[in-house]
Structures are given as C-alpha cells and as structure tokens.
C-alpha cells in the first residue's frame, strides 16, 4: 500500500511564482488535510476537505488555495508565492472520524521561497 | 481560545529508564487526546488515542494517561530505547472534523 503519497518532494520558487503540490491517498478516506510544519511552530492546518467537492479553511488558509475533485486526490495551490511560505507541508489523510480516528501523513513537501 | 503546549526543552534520559512527556490543553470540550511520533523529515505517525472517559492506554512500552481534571496527559514509554529518540506530538480535535496538534517535544535515549 502506498499510503499517502505527496508531490514534489522539494522545490524551490521565486517570489511570485505559483504552484501545485499534489497529495493522494489510495486509503478511500474521506476526510483529508493539509498542514505546514516550521520550527517552533508546530504543525498548522491549512485546509481540508470532509469529501469530494468540498473544502474548508483552517487555521492559516492566506495564500492558498485548494482543490477536491477527485476522492482520492487533494491539490493545494501557491498563486503567487512569498518567503514566508517556505515551510515543509504534510498532507495527511483520515481513518474514521476526526474525534477517534487516526491520521496518516505523507512524507512531506519541502518548499523554499527565495 | 483552544491551546495544545507541550514542553518546548528536549528530554534527554539514560536507555532503560522511563520517558514521561506532559501534554497540556485547554477549551477542547469534549476532548479526543492523540499522540504521534515524528521522525526527523518523515511524516508523524500515530500511536495512540485517548478519550476524556478513559483514565489510562497502554501499547506495548507506552502508556497514556488522561486527567480532564487537570486538562493534562502524560506520555511514558518504558525501558526506553536508543530507537525511541524523535519528536512526539500530542493532538486534539476540534471543530468535529480536524486535528490542532502541539509543537512536540524531542525525546534522545542515550546508551
């Protein structure tokens, strides 16, 4: 099983440029997320996605964007990208419910913007 | 607001020895408590879940304890070993559909 698979593993941009960082899961899990991991911070939500066609903000969405078109597939999006979104960024995916179920995680996306 | 701290000062303890990581919170009502292990540049992984009714969860070396009491929970991983050395996480639901997490605390085992 390959779990939670995330695209590209590293990139670097310049200021201003866009892209998509590409997560999918062949779990059948409804429930998927994207989070962002910087030293001393911890992880930070950025978005999910409760099912197919839906998304919703989190804890810090500015600057993003995010897309759910298909179940098994969540994309998420840097129009114009900024040095402070030079991060590492995990998506993981959700077994059962959000109160007892389990996240899997992929291996994480590292980003640098110059 | 809702809060996850868990202390920022890695743990340092001899091999053999018991590890005890602490997890505090507040305002997350009713309360879902996980723990994750995260290796350095690899994805946390899941270890264990703890519901606010449930005192105590044991796996294997590890044991979980929950006092809403205090809003606390605490983290043992017995007879400790070199391999437990990584950063471990504490996270609780919130809104009914996502995970806050802590900032983690790194734990080293030394021989």
């Known amino acids: 099983n390959a779990g939670v698979t995330q695209t590209p593993k590293f990139r670097v941009l310049k200021t201003g440029q866009s892209m998509t960082l590409l997560c999918a899961q062949d779990?059948?899990?409804?429930?998927m997320y994207w989070y962002r991991q910087d030293p001393g911070m911890g992880l930070r939500l950025i978005h999910y996605?409760?099912?197919?066609?839906?998304?919703a903000k989190g804890e810090v969405p500015d600057g993003y964007n995010v897309s759910r078109l298909k179940k098994q597939n969540f994309l998420l999006g840097l129009e114009s990208a900024a040095p402070s979104q030079t991060s590492v960024y995990f998506c993981a995916s959700l077994a059962g419910t959000a109160n007892t179920g389990e996240l899997f995680f992929g291996e994480g996306s590292r980003l640098t913007v110059l | 607001s809702q809060k996850i701290e868990q202390n920022s000062e890695a743990l340092n303890i001899q091999e053999g020895k018991t590890a005890t990581l602490t997890c505090n919170y507040t305002n997350y009502s009713p309360a879902y408590l996980q723990w994750y292990r995260q290796d350095p540049g690899r994805g946390p992984v899941f270890l264990l879940l703890?519901?606010?009714?449930?005192k105590e969860k044991r796996k294997e070396r590890l044991k979980v304890t929950f006092d809403t009491t205090l809003k606390q929970s605490l983290f043992h991983i017995t007879a400790s070993q070199p391999a437990d050395s990584a950063t471990y996480l504490c996270?609780?639901?919130?809104?009914?559909?996502?995970?806050?997490f802590g900032k983690g605390t790194s734990l080293l085992v030394t021989p």
């Open positions: 703890i519901r606010e009714n449930e």
């Open positions: 996270a609780m639901t919130y809104s009914g559909y996502a995970l806050n």
């Open positions: 779990m059948n899990h409804e429930y």
């Open positions: 996605s409760v099912g197919e066609g839906t998304t």
